[in-house]
């Protein structure tokens, strides 16, 4: 069996306790670093608005509970009026996420400027121009099995800030190409944090000390080079024809 993350290869374990362990091998997902690469369009950051001037953080995903994107919108209350929002969210799991999300959207809104919520699927290359131009990339996710969401920021050079939790910490590395916020998580398969409030603080002050900490750029470079090397899709191929040929000699 393959597993996309040691944390996925950890789950899988957990819920068949039958397998053998030595039988379950990690080869973790792969990008394409040419299409996820720094680019560099005007037309697009006008498009939307996007102040260049001025700071920004910004989530891509699904709007589903695991996503934690209501986490981050609560946690987003505590940033500095400068700060940029740029939520490309689309897709609701339901319309109960749907309606809190829209709620929490236009709460921060009327508080503050500079909060662009794009709901619609945009291109690869619209995206990773947004993706290019953000000083910080958000993953509130309470639970990923690896997290490529991560990977496409940190190869079109964003740094990242990451929840501890799934697959993440294998791929974001803290204190060189990005931040993990630590969380305390119900066991029961849904990554719930035991205290939300908590989770929430912590986020804000991980995003505050990160924005300050005048180390983005580097942490950018850092996750580029890293996406490159360790997901490319030529690494992630090699790591696949050993797993199987580990296979067929057994």
Known sequence: MIAVSNGMREDILASYPELD???VEVVYNGIDSQKWQPTENQEVIDRYNIDT??????????????????????????LPDDVQLILAAGAPDTPEIKAEVEALVAELQARRDGVTWIPEHLPVPEL?????????????SI??????????????????????T???PEVVVEGE???????????????????PAAFISDWAKTMNQALDSGLAKQYGQAGRERAVTEFSWESIATRTIEVYRSALES
């Not at 589903?64 to 209501?70: A, E, F, H, V, W």
């Not at 190409?177 to 205290?195: C, M, Y």
Request: glycine share 12%; net charge positive.
């Open 21 to 23: 362990p030595k039988k």
């Open 166 to 168: 799934g697959g993440i």
């Open 128 to 140: 990773a121009a947004l993706l290019t131009q953000t000083d910080l990339f958000v993953c509130p």
């Open 53 to 78: 001037t001025r700071r920004s953080a910004m989530f891509v995903g699904r709007i589903t509970r695991q996503k934690g994107l209501s986490y981050f919108l609560e946690a987003a209350k505590a």
């Open 143 to 164: 639970y990923e099995p690896l997290g490529i969401v991560n990977l496409e920021a940190m190869a079109c050079g964003a740094a990242v800030i990451g929840t501890a």
């Open 177 to 195: 190409t990005g931040w993990l916020v630590q969380v305390d998580q119900v066991k029961d398969g849904t990554g719930t944090p035991k205290d």
